[in-house]
């Protein structure tokens, strides 16, 4: 079955630190793939996407990802994390055959510490 | 322009209720959905529309009906509501045109099943 996973369901960095948020997914077709931001008690917000073009995608907010399709993995990095950074992030993936159904991955909680 | 609205943002009901939850876009998108969102475990689908008249089962649609009369509502009933069906709830909408492989998301209805 096709899946996405995040590893690591909580995350904490210091302020001003890496941010490194995992997903991989299970498919031999590579797919279109997403990050969301959720902030507290708010919608889904689009952070970047992967549409076969550039492997490298920058999204907004300082965030970017790479798409390695030999590891199946789409990992989001920030280079310097801010408190306001502070959210849940959910990959997801519209795998081939999909019209636009998303699978999503189960989150990932980032903790910013000052 | 309002993009995805969702009614109401706050639900409770009793076990056995029945109830409609609202989702209108005015974005002239094709394809709308309704997810599930459950700690730990992201966002699952439960039902989705590529047009008007045409709506599909997505991973979890037990307990869940949908009907899709126009392009702009994509309404989720409940009809005999269950504890297990307490949760967030969001919609979500897409143009099919290729390249557009955005979802735009509602800002969630909570509902809680006593």
């Known amino acids: 079955a096709q899946s996405v996973t995040q590893l690591g369901s909580h995350v904490s960095v210091s302020e001003g630190a890496l941010v490194l948020l995992r997903c991989n997914y299970s498919?031999?077709?590579?797919?279109?793939l997403f990050w969301y931001v959720q902030y507290p008690n708010q919608g889904l917000q689009l952070l970047l996407k992967?549409?076969?073009?550039?492997?490298l995608v920058k999204g907004i907010n300082g965030f970017e990802a790479e798409f390695k399709k030999s590891e199946t993995s789409f990992h989001l990095t920030k280079p310097s994390a801010h408190m306001s950074d502070a959210a849940e992030y959910f990959c997801?993936?519209?795998?081939?055959?999909?019209?636009?159904?998303?699978?999503f991955g189960s989150g990932t909680q980032l903790t910013v510490l000052p | 322009n309002a993009g995805v609205t969702q009614t109401p943002k706050f639900q409770v009901l009793k076990t056995g209720q029945s109830m409609t939850l609202q989702c209108a876009q005015d974005?002239?998108?094709?394809?709308m959905s309704w997810y599930r969102q459950d700690p730990g475990m992201g966002l699952r689908l439960i039902h989705y529309?590529?047009?008007?008249?045409?709506?599909d089962q997505g991973e979890v649609p037990n307990g869940y009906n949908v009907s899709r009369s126009t392009t702009e509502d994509f309404p989720l009933r409940l009809l005999s509501a269950a504890p297990s069906q307490t949760s967030v709830y969001f919609c979500?909408?897409?143009?099919?045109?290729?390249?557009?492989?955005?979802?735009?998301f509602g800002a969630g209805t909570r509902l809680s099943v006593l």
């Open positions: 992967y549409t076969s073009a550039a492997t």
């Open positions: 979500a909408s897409s143009s099919l045109d290729s390249g557009k492989n955005i979802q735009y």
């Open positions: 997801a993936v519209r795998f081939s055959g999909s019209a636009r159904q998303l699978t």
């Open positions: 529309s590529v047009g008007a008249g045409i709506t």
């Open positions: 498919s031999s077709v590579p797919p279109y």
């Open positions: 974005m002239n998108h094709e394809y």
